[in-house]
């Protein structure tokens, strides 16, 4: 049986779509959330259902031997997995955002900036980077708000749209890195399941074309 | 009574370390002593090394990624000192400098602790034991295929047959490369994309790379370099460079040699395996066994650290971790410790004068009894 861990939340409905495209179809149980872990039909594959954040953690540690989850996560997270496809959907960015008129070095001419975000290390190599001091204050929501309420000056959070942006009066400052759906799979597993590996990532390229 | 000392003790340990009792040490001698027995029986000895030497040392044998996780500390006359966060440096620099005077090759064999500041998890733990071997002295494959071959057989005397060993050539890849003249951080970022099979990041790569479509397209296929036999052929129909066919031709001795003893079904190939390429020169390997998520060892050739030490000597090797390799050996079933339990008596300290008590004691255990000294309960 191959195991293969799936992204709760934003990627769920369009994982579902392409692997059903890939003809892998994903138990109803995992998709109601009534289970978070289920075979299907075939009896072939095995879902997990996991946080996203979580998701590259069940991968390295061979619980699953495979997993899709969007590259945000793994800029985060930094696993030590193979990233052998890109699925394309899920597109989105990851930027550094403020108030409108912000730029990245101006509270750092004097003092350290405070930053607000769901992914510390991405924002902390960032700023690091450029030579910056910031402080990096990690939040598990509604990182918007941070700005307008006076916890940090800016935010590094995930745009698809900028809409949120919008509606709380913020602009993108500068873009860190883009993002879409990415295969990740065990360094141990890719060797030991190697037949099952290459058959499902066969079957995602063919869904690709 | 038992319950109030608790209050005045130290419950917490530093993370990342581990002691271990009961079952789980006879368990762990066990293997340890099956693995020794399988290493001796192919002609290495074993050598025992000391838990701290000169930081400066060890850094020869790491990589940037391992130096920063020393624990390092300072001698009475300020010179810098690490606990051993490796053995292979220690076994290099014990015989480039001690053993000068020997047969080649050298084979020698060790277990022991090496400690490692680590980022907790990951199946990573900041002390953990190895066990491991090296033979020195020689450059040709028969060498490489010996410490592959050794390494199999290891695993097999384990009980442990759901296992894979995938192998590497340094050569493949460096041949690639240095056609390619990147500079230095362009080819870090490459080598970084084939480590993780990243395709969509590589496919970025090459884009501006002033090569032809058709050798872009074969380094984008790079990491699917991995599998069966049929790699190997694969790659040679399409590589040019002298380097990377003589890396493969190696690899292709090898498994020829692993199919003459039946045992191709433990080998397969990744060409796309690219860690540690400032030490390693020769064949990488990555041992890999069901369900372990990790990789339960590795090694590989490396002819250019013995020269730091003074005595320029070809040498590969391998090591397993045993808190990996540990799983697989009790999924195996190959494991019966024997209790000893039935053998045990207690006598009681009620029963008799002291002097009584241990005047029989001595003379039964001298006869070979397992006694153990109590009060009845």
């Excluded at chain 1, 060797?191 to 869904?207: D, M, P, S, T």
């Amino acid at each position: 049986m191959f195991t293969m861990a799936l992204s709760k939340g934003r990627l769920l409905d369009k994982t579902v779509e392409f692997l059903a495209r890939a003809g892998i179809d994903v138990p109803e149980d995992i998709l109601s959330s009534r289970r978070l872990i289920a075979p299907d039909a075939t009896g072939s594959y095995q879902f997990l259902l996991v946080k996203p954040m979580d998701l590259p953690t069940y991968v390295e540690y061979g619980v699953a031997a495979a997993g899709i989850c969007g590259r945000d996560v793994l800029l985060e997270v930094s696993p030590d997995l193979h990233q052998p496809l890109d699925l394309k959907f899920g597109r989105c960015r990851l930027v550094l955002a403020g108030k409108a008129g912000d730029t990245v070095e101006k509270h750092n001419l004097l003092s350290t900036t405070r930053v607000a975000t769901k992914y510390p290390r991405v924002a902390e190599r960032f700023f690091r980077s450029r030579g910056l001091p910031a402080e990096v204050i990690y939040l598990s929501g509604s990182v918007e708000l941070a700005p307008n309420l006076g916890l940090a000056e800016t935010i590094v959070d995930l745009v698809e749209t900028g809409r949120t942006l919008a509606e709380n009066g913020l602009v993108a400052l500068e873009e860190i890195a883009e993002s879409s759906a990415r295969v990740v799979i065990n360094r141990a597993s890719f060797h030991i399941q190697y037949a099952e590996v290459q058959e499902f990532l066969g079957k995602l390229r063919k869904a690709l074309e | 009574m038992k319950n109030s000392r608790a209050n005045n003790l130290r419950p917490m340990i530093p993370q990342g370390v581990q002691c271990y009792f009961g079952e789980e040490v006879n368990r762990r001698r066990k293997v340890e002593s099956i693995l020794a027995g399988t290493m001796k029986n192919w002609g290495f000895q074993e050598i025992i090394l000391p838990f701290f030497d000169y930081l400066e040392d060890f850094s020869y044998g790491l990589g940037p990624h391992i130096s920063d996780k020393v624990y390092r500390f300072l001698d009475r006359d300020g010179s810098l000192l690490a606990l051993r966060p490796d053995l292979t440096t220690l076994v290099a620099k014990t015989v480039a400098t001690r053993m000068t005077d020997q047969p080649l090759p050298i084979k020698l064999f060790y277990s022991g602790e090496v400690f490692r500041q680590e980022r907790a998890g990951a199946g990573k733990q900041k002390e953990f034991y190895q066990i491991g071997l090296e033979s020195m002295g020689v450059a040709k494959t028969w060498a490489d295929i010996e410490v592959i071959l050794l390494a199999v057989e290891c695993l097999l005397q384990l009980g442990v047959e759901d296992f894979k060993i995938a192998l590497g050539h340094v050569g493949f890849f460096n041949g690639i490369v240095s056609v390619l003249n990147l500079p230095p951080e362009r080819a870090d970022a490459f080598r970084d994309a084939v480590d993780h099979k990243d395709s969509a990041w590589l496919c970025k790569e090459v884009e501006d790379m002033e090569i032809s479509p058709e050798k872009k397209r074969f380094l984008v296929e790079l990491p699917n370099f991995a599998g069966g036999r049929e790699v190997i052929d694969l790659a040679l129909s399409v590589v040019e460079n002298a380097r990377s066919r003589e890396a493969l031709n190696e690899l292709g001795k090898i498994h020829s040699v692993g199919e003459s003893l039946g045992l191709q079904s433990y080998l397969t190939f990744d060409l796309a395996e690219v860690r540690g390429l400032d030490y390693y020169t020769g064949i990488v390997f990555k041992i890999y066994g069901r369900p372990q998520g990790f990789e339960l060892g590795g090694g590989g050739r490396y002819d250019g650290l013995l020269s730091k030490f003074g005595w320029d000597l070809p040498a590969v090797g391998f090591s397993f971790t045993m808190d990996r390799v540990l799983p697989l050996v009790q999924d195996a079933g190959k494991l019966e410790v024997p209790s000893h339990d039935s053998e045990e008596y207690v006598i009681s300290t009620e029963s008799a004068s002291l002097s009584e008590i241990f005047k029989q004691v001595w003379r039964l255990r001298r006869q070979g009894l397992r006694i153990h000294v109590g009060t009845r309960t």
